[in-house]
């Protein structure tokens, strides 16, 4: 079982940054491939990016790419996504998830969810 929980999400005017974080409770957070997603009001949730156990592979979601970035700190069971430039599109509860499948994250399948968090970006 893992738990997962966000922070760090607010409100940015556009060009602004923001870093998420992703607490994972439990002992065995560096066997679970992380990954962020997002969820606009009235749209799909979709995948924003997502990084290996051991940190060295990652994907991202072309919307993001170059943007955002994605890490981890397996010692301290959190994961990261720091955004940059960000524009009002990228406005979404943002999820971490935890998964043992790199691939499946990458799919948009996860067997653990975070409640979210709040972006909000300011034209």
């Known amino acids: 079982q893992v738990h997962l929980v966000e922070s760090g999400g607010g409100l940015v005017q556009t060009g602004g940054s923001l870093r998420l974080s992703c607490a994972a409770s439990?002992?065995?957070?560096?066997?679970?491939?992380m990954a962020w997603f997002r969820q606009a009001p009235g749209k799909e949730r979709e995948f924003v990016g997502a990084?290996?156990?051991?940190?060295?592979?990652?994907n991202y979601a072309d919307s993001v790419k170059g943007r955002f970035t994605i890490s981890r700190d397996n010692a301290r069971n959190t994961v990261y996504l720091q955004m940059i430039s960000l524009k009002p599109e990228d406005t979404a509860v943002y999820y971490c998830a935890a998964d043992g499948d790199f691939w499946r994250l990458a799919r948009g399948v996860s067997t653990y969810w975070g409640q979210g968090t709040q972006v909000t970006v300011s034209s």
């Open positions: 439990g002992r065995t957070f560096s066997t679970y491939a």
């Open positions: 990084i290996s156990t051991n940190g060295y592979s990652t």
